[in-house]
């Protein structure tokens, strides 16, 4: 289609299928066309993948003018404006990276009208001379892509976002479009309050995303673990591996090559032509791995990606329907699998502890993470606490996630967390010391070494009163505990705590009930003297 003839093809159904070559809309596509094609404000919430970006490029074909998309992702840019130049539509974008001369051609196309896209990055709103070129030329919409930026208790909040409420100060006549896949009310109340979108029509989709299968693992030897899943469920296939620092990337994306598998690193700390590369790469090739911290994935469109695997426990919900969701844009089956230990409470609590920031700030934190830590101690369908998080309320379990498919058992555990606090109970007499969950599980398990005999521990009365568990059931007896508020951790060394709601168990006024740990329980029980 010629761009002209674009101009008079009022209908979005007509250009839906010349232009983008499909037949026929998903979802609310079409009502929110509609609505922003006659003017009005919109705020959408659609999950990874469910096609948002036609909810504001066909209304810039639509309407007269250019749309301006506001986006963060300028490396993608160039791949955004190719693949709709590919199918005829006239699009450019404006970013730090271009020379002067591309630069000054996207002004010239935009001013002249021969524009239906222009990408710009949030910073350049800040710059009088692009809102002075703006003032010259005629906006037909304003598209705030992955608009949770502008959220403040989010990961992926950007300062320049919050300029963007002057949009509507200076051009107010002009309709704007935010649209993200983040789906709590609380961020789609923020994203609205901050972007002064007051009368913006919400458009909020289901979140499910029924080809994936939720699986959360105890962590025992994570590297091993996820070798396991990738040779027995997708070898060959391409996935993310989630690790939280650079040098866990580092070690994982080497650990899977010298394992045959074909794995990329990727994290801030590598430099940007790296980063760009492994990107590329992974984009266009099939069946790599790529091995990442969290500054990974936001806006990557590969369909086919089978696998998202954290090795480290997710800060919130959020993060992880976000990075999960990276998985199966195409509808086929994929994974999202998570090996979540006692360790990750223990540093994630730590790094709240000693995060920046003021009490409120910090409290926030921790209500993310004990969400999370909900929906991994959880007995009950992973589907159905997931989008009872995002404000859905599913009534039938999914069949598609671990819990489902492998119900786990759960047991009542107040006898074992009382043990469990008593130790924890007799040792905080010696404050001054550095007793972790590891020295608090071998008194309970009643093993002669060095630490105990030096602090004379086999004389305490909690000494080897929990021989009924193995090493590995006691350590999920803490992870649960630490993850109810039950117990919490102490400074650098990750001391064992009481808190005010141990009280409630030791005393009896509270039971405890626990899912039992699913991985080989019985091995590890058997192996015992
Ligand atoms: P999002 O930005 O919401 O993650 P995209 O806009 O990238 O999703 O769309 C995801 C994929 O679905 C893209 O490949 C897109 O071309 C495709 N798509 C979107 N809408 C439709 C539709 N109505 N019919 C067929 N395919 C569609
Ligand atoms: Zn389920």
Redesign the pocket.
Same mark, same amino acid.
């Given at each position: 289609a010629s761009p002209t003839d674009l101009r008079t093809a009022s209908d979005a159904l007509a250009v839906?299928g010349r232009v983008?070559g499909?037949d026929?809309?998903?979802g609310f596509?079409q009502d929110v066309i509609d609505h922003v094609v006659a003017g009005g404000d919109a705020l959408v919430l659609?999950p990874? /993948? /469910? /096609?948002?970006?036609?909810c504001y490029q066909i209304p810039a074909l639509v309407r007269d003018g250019v749309a301006v998309v506001v986006s963060p992702l300028i490396a993608l840019m160039q791949d955004q404006v190719d693949a709709l130049t590919a199918v005829g539509v006239r699009a450019g974008f404006l970013n730090s990276t271009q020379t002067l001369d591309a630069r000054r051609r996207v002004e010239a196309a935009f001013v002249a009208g021969e524009l239906d896209l222009l990408y710009l990055a949030p910073e350049a709103l800040g710059v009088r001379s692009t809102l002075a070129l703006l003032d010259r030329g005629r906006i037909s919409l304003f598209a705030i892509d992955e608009a949770h930026c502008v959220s403040q208790w989010g990961h992926d909040f950007r300062p320049d976002y919050l300029a963007l409420s002057m949009l509507h100060e200076r051009w107010p006549q002009v309709p704007r479009i935010a649209l993200t896949?983040t789906a709590t009310s609380a961020t789609r109340t923020e994203i609205a309050t901050r972007l002064k979108l007051d009368d913006a029509r919400h458009f909020v989709a289901s979140f499910d995303r029924p080809n994936i299968q939720y699986r959360i693992v105890p962590k025992r030897e994570p590297r091993k673990q996820l070798l396991t899943l990738l040779r027995d469920e997708h070898p060959g296939d391409a996935g993310i591996v989630y690790c939280l620092s650079r040098a866990s990337v580092d070690k994982t994306a080497e650990f899977l090559t010298a394992n045959g598998v074909a794995a990329l690193p990727y994290h801030a700390g590598l430099d940007a032509g790296t980063r760009a590369r492994n990107q590329q790469r992974f984009l266009r090739e099939d069946g790599l791995v790529m091995v990442a911290t969290i500054a990974f994935g936001m806006g990557i469109?590969k369909?086919d990606v089978r696998f998202v695997a954290h090795l480290d426990l997710p800060k919130s919900v959020e993060g992880y329907y976000q990075e999960t969701g990276r998985a199966g844009?195409d509808g086929l089956p994929s994974t999202a699998w998570l090996a979540y230990g006692l360790q990750d409470v223990v540093q994630q609590r730590k790094m709240i502890e000693t995060s920046d920031g003021d009490l409120a700030h910090r409290r926030n934190l921790a209500a993310h993470l004990d969400a999370m830590l909900a929906l991994c101690e959880t007995v009950r369908c992973r589907r159905v606490q997931l989008l009872e998080y995002f404000g859905e309320t599913t009534t039938a379990a999914c069949g598609n996630c671990d819990t489902c498919l492998t119900p786990p058992e759960s047991w009542d555990g107040t006898v074992a967390a009382q043990k469990l606090l008593s130790a924890v109970f007799r040792l905080d007499r010696e404050r001054n010391q550095r007793f972790g969950a590891g020295h608090c599980i071998d008194i309970l398990l009643g093993k002669q070494n060095d630490k105990i005999s030096q602090y004379g521990h086999d004389s305490l009365t909690v000494f080897g009163i929990g021989s009924e568990l193995s090493e590995a059931e006691w350590r999920g007896v803490v992870r649960q505990l630490l993850a109810e508020g039950l117990l919490a951790v102490e400074g650098d060394y990750g001391t064992l705590a009481l808190t005010e709601a141990s009280a409630d168990v030791l005393a009896r006024r509270r039971t405890v009930t626990m899912r039992r740990e699913p991985e080989k329980p019985a091995s590890s029980r058997s192996s015992k003297p």
């Open positions: 839906l983008f499909y026929a809309f998903r596509q659609m990874t /993948g /469910g /096609g948002k970006s036609l896949a469109d369909p844009r």
